[in-house]
């Protein structure tokens, strides 16, 4: 079968090999933020859910190393109107860098996070603190356990903070 499609300009079909090339050119420019503020990294991909304590949102950025992303331009500023423009009562966040290095920042709310549920997300995710600079109202680790995604600190989370 191989080369079925021929590509010609009076059909307009593109041939396997320039599907293929804009394939990668689309996934690789997906995956490419770095034009992205704080602001729209945060509202890239993010799951949101209603406890006692009100909104959290868990957001994921894929592709900068903790230290890029804490360094970012407008870091606090533009955490600070995600936080008020989505009415956030908790934002955890979830950075993993393209090395899957991760780490995991409780930028806001971390009033809730009581000392059993830190003990207990620390022990699941094998939680180390992070000693870089980072913003001091902010709760930030390295996560050891790279098996332990969103998917993993999500229930956590809802199950810590609705009871």
């Known amino acids: 079968i191989g080369q079925a ?25 997906k995956t490419n933020i770095a034009n992205l503020s704080v ?36 870091l606090q500023a533009d955490t ?31 009033e809730y996070m009581k000392n059993d549920c830190l003990a207990d997300l620390t022990a699941k995710l094998q939680l180390t603190k992070y000693t870089g600079d980072s913003p001091d109202n902010w709760l930030v680790f390295n996560q050891l356990n790279v098996k332990c995604s969103r998917k993993v600190v999500l229930p956590l989370l809802k199950s810590w903070l609705e009871n």
């Open 39 to 74: 602001y729209d990294l945060l509202r890239k991909d993010y799951k949101t859910f209603s406890s006692t304590v009100g909104h959290i949102y868990i957001a994921s950025i894929f592709g900068p190393s903790i230290d890029e992303f804490l360094r970012m331009n407008e």
């Open 80 to 110: 600070d109107r995600f936080i008020r423009d989505y009415k956030v009562d908790v934002l955890v966040i979830m950075v993993r860098s393209d090395k899957f290095d991760l780490a995991l920042i409780v930028a806001h709310g971390c």
């Open 5 to 29: 499609v021929v590509s010609t300009q009076s059909t307009g079909f593109l041939s396997v090999k320039d599907k293929d090339s804009l394939f990668k050119k689309v996934e690789k420019a």
